[in-house]
């Protein structure tokens, strides 16, 4: 095999790898069918659509709103679970950060609730 063929097999092997793994990120999780319906119901009151009714400056109803940079952070941060604000504010244990808010908690649990594992 000369120089240029293994080169050229190089390339198609990452191309490959390249594909599975964006496949694999892209089939995890569907923003549009997995999460929205959720922020929908619980957390559109307060970040949805209606500008005068959003707390926080934050937005969930858009995948942009979502990973939007809140400053050095953001409340998604796609296929990064650990780094995604969010995430800890819904597992949160102090009441003045959990979301949604103590007040209005529903499906997710009340406030304080341990997990169950
Ligand atoms: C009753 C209104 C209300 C609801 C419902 C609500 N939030 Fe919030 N949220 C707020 C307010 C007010 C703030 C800003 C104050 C704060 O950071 O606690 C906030 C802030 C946040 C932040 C931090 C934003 C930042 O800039 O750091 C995240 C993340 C968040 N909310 C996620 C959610 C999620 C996810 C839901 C639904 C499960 C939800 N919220 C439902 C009122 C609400």
Redesign the pocket.
């Known amino acids: 095999m000369n120089a240029s063929s293994q080169v050229l097999r190089l390339i198609g092997v990452s191309l490959c790898l390249c594909a599975t793994f964006f496949h694999l990120r892209v089939g995890a999780v569907e923003f549009g069918s997995d999460v929205l319906p ?2 929908s119901e ?2 559109f ?3 949805g659509p209606d500008e005068k009714e959003r ?4 937005r ?1 109803d858009t995948s942009a709103g979502a990973t939007k940079d ?2 050095g ?1 953001a ?1 998604v941060v796609p296929g990064n679970p650990n780094q995604s ?2 995430i800890q ?2 597992h949160h244990s102090d009441p ?2 959990i ?3 103590p ?2 908690r529903t499906f ?1 649990g009340s406030a304080g609730e341990k997990d169950p594992q």
Do not use: V
């Open positions: 959720i922020f619980k957390c009151q307060c970040h707390k926080g400056d934050l969930l809140l400053g952070y409340a604000t969010l504010r819904i003045d950060e979301m949604p808010p007040g209005i997710l």
